[in-house]
């Protein structure tokens, strides 16, 4: 049973707990999850930057592709270097389609004789005939329907999960390996959605309430919902699919061609990359950037920003309050020859011209354990 406005929606292993923890259920993406506990957003976003937070991010997609041509079937279909994907190292890539655009975007890891893809909840049903429908050669695709998946993220992160798992503090940033946690086989990657150190875990569902509450008990940890995440990611300047990527979004108007590695971008062979070669060597015609509101005011998805003669030149995607930062963030698209950092721009709310700046992302440092 989910709170009024949740009814239908699917529940995680860890629902239970997030009622017995005060959270406030909301639908998202088909699942009744916490935007918030009774700490609130500001509070929860400011625990994972000084100390840690544990997020349930049960709602992904876990997928398993396995099969001797696994890793030539899914490079046909996303633009990463898998074949050159250390086992135990994870990337992050997206799917794309014949024009370059994103249709999800994804975390790859090589586990040894499988590869584990990690997608959005939102995406995975159209990600899984995507994969079904074009995976060509000896692969088997498994949807891992029986495990949860949640987000330990902030600087005090390593030694809390060391705790109960020694060893996990050793890992660098993108190793994904099997962690043993409290006498249950995980897979523990060192990554997250926060721009904080921190792990994510994929554990059996069964599990996954007794390993929260392990966590939860630690004093330097509690529980954090969608609203924090979602400031967290922004001013860490991640990208929201749906929002700041879709469809109709290239890699390189996105500002992600850091994903493509070399050999991919020189040899192509995944949908789209003729129009994705051709902006690496020309350049897109539009471009993400980071932007900063001149007032306290913020400036939402769907504003229209215009250059200063008051012409149409782009549009937010996502915006906020930055905690962190202590005021208002947000990112957009505008023209290439406007996406340089300090453009004076404004965006229009209710009407009103607000004046805002470009700014370089990310609007907080990462903090990022490279070793």
């Known amino acids: 049973m989910g709170e009024p406005g ?38 929860e976003h400011k625990q994972t930057r000084d100390s840690a937070g544990l997020f349930d991010v049960s709602h992904m997609g876990q997928l398993k592709l396995a099969g001797a041509d696994r890793v030539a079937a899914l490079e046909a279909l996303v633009p990463a270097d898998l074949a050159g994907l250390a086992v135990g190292r994870q990337r992050y890539s997206f ?64 030694a809390v999960l060391a705790r109960l798992a020694p060893g996990v503090e050793a890992m660098k940033f993108m190793d994904c390996k099997p ?41 330097e ?12 990611r922004l001013e860490a300047g991640l990208c929201l699919y749906g929002h700041d990527i879709d469809t109709a979004t290239t890699p390189v108007e996105a500002d992600l061609t850091w994903a493509i590695q070399k050999r991919r971008r020189e040899g192509g062979g995944f949908p789209g990359a003729a129009v994705v070669q051709k902006q690496l060597a020309e350049g897109a015609p539009r471009r993400r950037v980071g932007l900063l509101p001149e007032g306290r005011a913020p ?13 149409d030149v782009g549009k937010v995607t996502s915006g906020g309050f930055g905690p962190t ?30 004046p805002c700046k470009v700014a370089a992302l990310p609007f907080a440092k990462h903090n990022y354990f490279r070793g």
């Not at 009814?7 to 699942?31: D, R």
């Not at 150190?197 to 509450?213: C, F, N, Q």
Request: glycine share 12%.
């Open 6 to 43: 949740t009814a239908g929606q699917k529940e995680t292993a860890l629902f239970t707990l997030h009622q017995e923890l005060g959270g406030k259920i909301v639908p998202f993406a088909g699942y009744a999850l916490p935007v918030q506990y009774p700490a609130g957003i500001m509070a």
């Open 299 to 311: 400036i939402r998805e769907g504003a229209v920003l215009q250059d200063g003669e008051g012409r």
């Open 221 to 232: 940890v509690m529980p954090i919902g969608l609203g924090a995440r979602d400031s967290l």
């Open 95 to 158: 799917f794309t389609n014949d024009d370059g655009g994103i249709l999800d975007d994804l975390m790859i890891s090589n586990q040894g004789d499988w590869l584990f893809l990690v997608v959005n909840a939102a995406c995975k049903e159209a990600d899984i005939a995507h994969l079904k429908a074009n995976l060509k050669g000896d692969v088997t695709l498994t949807e891992l329907t029986d495990r949860a998946l949640m987000a330990l993220q902030g600087p005090k992160a390593a």
């Open 325 to 354: 930062v202590g005021g208002p963030v947000a990112m957009g698209y505008v023209t290439a020859d406007l996406a340089a950092e300090g453009t004076a721009l404004q965006a229009v709310v209710r009407g009103k011209a607000l």
């Open 179 to 219: 962690v043993e946690i409290d006498g249950t086989a995980c897979i523990v990657s060192r990554s997250g959605y926060t721009g904080e150190d921190g792990y994510e875990i994929s554990v059996p569902a069964e599990a996954a309430d007794a390993l929260a509450r392990h966590l939860l008990a630690a004093e």
